[in-house]
């Protein structure tokens, strides 16, 4: 079985700064995919970022990226610039290809504040 | 754009009582998903269905039983209600059939609270 854990409950980070989300994940798949969803509050979840396993370079989409170090099993999200919108819980989630249709194994969560 | 709806944002029950979670995406989409959402515990899934008809139970499926009986619905069922359960559930689908692993997307969520 897969676990996904994210040790920080809380972040918090001011306006325009830079900050790091923490995740790490176990798994003996080999083919598999991490994900980044976004929930605001009373708001949808939804995608930040995805990285495919078999990829090495980090992928990035905007001012989000993520540092995959596949050896130590790490996936952490770097918002840069930061916004008041980027406030949210964010989940860290893997999934597994073949047969497992991308069923989402999801991590506790972290919860960022974003300080004016 | 990809729209996942469910039918209710608050929902409250009482101990025993059967309920009903809906589910509606309009994407044409292979797979759904019903998780439950528990602070400190993240997502966790309860049942997923890759076709009409077809489901897998998840990690959680006791107390849960689903229906698909059209490919955009996907009713989560709670035969006899329990205080337990008292949770928000999201649902969610995504496009992929077979090996393929695509984004889900995720409805509003329903708060449902069993007294």
């Known amino acids: 079985a897969q676990t996904v854990t994210q040790s920080q409950p809380e972040m918090s980070v001011q306006e325009a700064e830079t900050v790091t989300l923490s995740c790490t994940y176990d798994t003996s798949e080999s083919d598999y995919y991490l994900f980044w969803y976004k929930q605001p509050p009373s708001r949808q979840m939804i995608l930040v970022i995805r990285q495919e396993a078999y990829k090495q370079q980090n992928a990035t989409e905007n001012r989000f990226s993520v540092n995959f170090q596949k050896a130590a099993k790490s996936f952490s999200l770097k918002i840069s610039d930061s916004q008041l919108g980027d406030a949210a819980m964010y989940f860290c989630?893997?999934?597994?290809?073949?047969?497992?249709?991308?069923?989402?194994?999801f991590g506790q969560g972290t919860i960022l504040t974003v300080h004016p | 754009d990809v729209k996942v709806t469910q039918s209710s944002r608050y929902l409250v029950k009482r101990t025993g009582e059967k309920v009903f979670l809906e589910c509606v995406q309009d994407m044409d989409h292979e797979n759904m998903f019903w998780y439950r959402q528990d602070p400190g515990l993240g997502l966790r899934l309860i049942y997923f269905s890759y076709d009409v008809k077809m489901k897998e139970k998840g990690d959680i499926p006791e107390g849960y039983s689903v229906s698909r009986e059209k490919k955009e619905r996907f009713s989560l069922i709670l035969e006899s209600a329990s205080t337990n359960q008292t949770s928000m559930y999201l649902c969610?689908?995504?496009?992929?059939?077979?090996?393929?692993?695509?984004?889900?997307?995720f409805g509003p969520g329903t708060r449902l609270t069993v007294l």
């Open positions: 989630a893997c999934a597994f290809g073949g047969t497992s249709y991308g069923k989402l194994t």
């Open positions: 969610a689908s995504s496009l992929s059939a077979g090996g393929r692993v695509d984004t889900q997307y």
